[in-house]
């Protein structure tokens, strides 16, 4: 990597939705807190990335073992995700440049491969903008009219799930969380932010088996994926096949 690479992972939520009795972070996974095997599949794609890590200033199960990476600093974390980014920002401000690359991840998210991340930092790379991880909507997608019934069936064409890592310049994330903060906007992840300002992220299309652990039968299904993961060959994990392009619209 040329240029400085900045990782964020917002880690101070509670997790309620897990109805555990600690943050869903540090549930077992394979053996391993969830945020180790997150924090681990980061270092795999880019163990030379300086990580932030946001974490409750109260938590005290957090092991520092667990943190792979030579450079790392713990930030406390916000009332909200995007508060928790902010901090981390404000964290480097005087060490990272404006166009240095800031990818923030879910902790949740143990599951997203090491060439999905390597593909995305290829592509963000050379864009002036940055851009997200996402999977084209593949289900019929429902809204409801309020009252438990169906309202209308909405146009899955042109629809995708919003992923992690999403990934942008410093100096931009920085502006477009300070303008969403100021003008009382809710943004629910970055690129919702940056979108705010009149931007276009780009769109790398992911494996869809980066799953956010949310709900209880949610851990079980990562331990598969994890698994399966583990029997594939390498090069379909961990390494994007030579000859492929950029997966991107």
């Given amino acids: 990597m040329s240029a400085p690479l900045w990782l964020v992972v917002p880690a101070a939520g509670q997790g309620r939705r897990m109805g555990a009795d600690r943050p869903k972070q540090y549930l077992a996974l394979g053996g391993r807190p969830v945020l180790a095997r997150t924090l681990a599949r980061l270092h795999e794609a880019f163990p030379g990335a300086r990580l932030c890590l946001c974490l409750d200033p109260q938590d005290a199960r957090f092991d520092p073992a667990w943190v792979p990476f030579a450079h790392w600093r713990r930030v406390g974390g916000g009332a909200e ?100 903060r100021e003008a009382g906007v809710t943004v629910t992840d970055e690129a919702s932010a940056v979108e705010a300002l009149g931007a276009s992220p780009r769109l790398v299309a992911g494996r869809r088996d980066n799953l956010k652990i949310t709900h209880p039968e949610d851990l079980a299904l990562a331990e598969l994926i994890l698994a399966a993961q583990a029997r594939q060959a390498p090069a379909s994990v961990d390494t994007a096949p030579a000859s492929a392009g950029p997966l991107e619209r």
């Avoid at 491969?113 to 997200?132: F, K, M």
């Avoid at 909507?137 to 438990?148: C, E, F, H, I, L």
């Fill in 81 to 180: 995700r995007v508060d928790s980014v902010a901090n981390a920002l404000a964290a480097i401000r005087a060490e990272a440049g404006d166009d240095d690359l800031v990818l923030v991840h879910d902790v949740a998210r143990p599951c997203v491969t090491t060439a999905d991340l390597r593909r995305l930092h290829a592509v963000l790379s050379a864009d002036s903008v940055g851009g997200l991880l996402a999977a084209p909507v593949a289900d019929t997608m429902k809204r409801d009219d309020g009252a438990g019934r169906v309202a209308t069936t909405e146009p899955r064409a042109g629809l995708w799930h919003a992923l992690t890592p999403q990934g942008f310049r410093y100096g931009l994330l920085r502006r477009a969380l300070a303008a969403a």
